[in-house]
């Protein structure tokens, strides 16, 4: 990665689709409940940590993010918003939790349904000057963006809808943070 895409990034029209930070060991509960995080795996300390460096990352190197954040209805995946770009500047979209989704023994129609919805939202250019970010999960190998490492990057180039988009490459938190070296 160099300076070139870090300029492209300053200038917006990307989508930055990241996996939360790390969680706990273990499963969601089968008896699963948005609103209570009991059910659910969390962010891990080491999760918490990586979430605040990566919004301070992304503040340092200046790249503009359009407000508010879209993030799964997870506690994993709104704390990761919440810690990397402030409690106010986040807005929880269920239709992340489709993409969870796509980890389970679901029948094809419905699977092609969540992809054919999430090739909409990836066809759809931001703001001018801004980047739009989506918090939520990574997928099973081999569908939609592939597996996404622990507060791993998926930078998207929207062409516009109906148009496709261009998958420019996946960051690291490591890689991220050399953008400006």
């Given at each position: 990665m160099n300076g070139s895409l870090l300029n492209s990034f300053r200038?917006?029209?990307y989508i930055f689709y990241a996996r939360h930070g790390e969680a706990t060991i273990g499963s969601?509960?089968?008896y699963l409940n948005?609103?209570?995080c009991l059910t659910q795996r969390n962010l891990s300390e080491k999760g918490r940590r990586q979430v605040i460096y990566y919004g301070?990352?992304?503040?340092?190197?200046?790249?503009?993010?359009?407000?508010?954040?879209?993030?799964s209805p997870f506690c994993r995946t709104i704390e990761t918003a919440q810690?990397?770009?402030?409690?106010?500047?986040?807005?929880?979209n269920p239709?992340?939790?489709?993409?969870?989704?796509?980890?389970?023994?679901?029948p094809s129609s419905n699977r092609q349904r969540i992809l054919n919805n999430f090739k909409t939202v990836l066809e759809t250019v931001p703001e001018e000057g801004r980047n739009k970010v989506i918090v939520a999960h990574s997928f099973p190998e081999g569908v939609g963006l592939g597996l996404i490492p622990n507060m791993g990057t998926v930078i998207i180039?929207?062409?516009?809808e109906g148009n496709g988009y261009e998958v420019v490459g996946q960051?690291?938190?490591?890689?991220?943070?050399?953008?400006d070296s």
């Open positions: 200038k917006g029209g969601d509960l089968p948005f609103q209570d301070e990352i992304l503040r340092y190197l200046q790249i503009p993010i359009k407000y508010p954040v879209s993030a810690l990397a770009f402030g409690s106010g500047n986040v807005q929880v239709f992340w939790f489709e993409i969870y989704r796509l980890g389970g023994n679901l180039k929207p062409k516009g960051l690291s938190l490591e890689d991220l943070s050399k953008l």
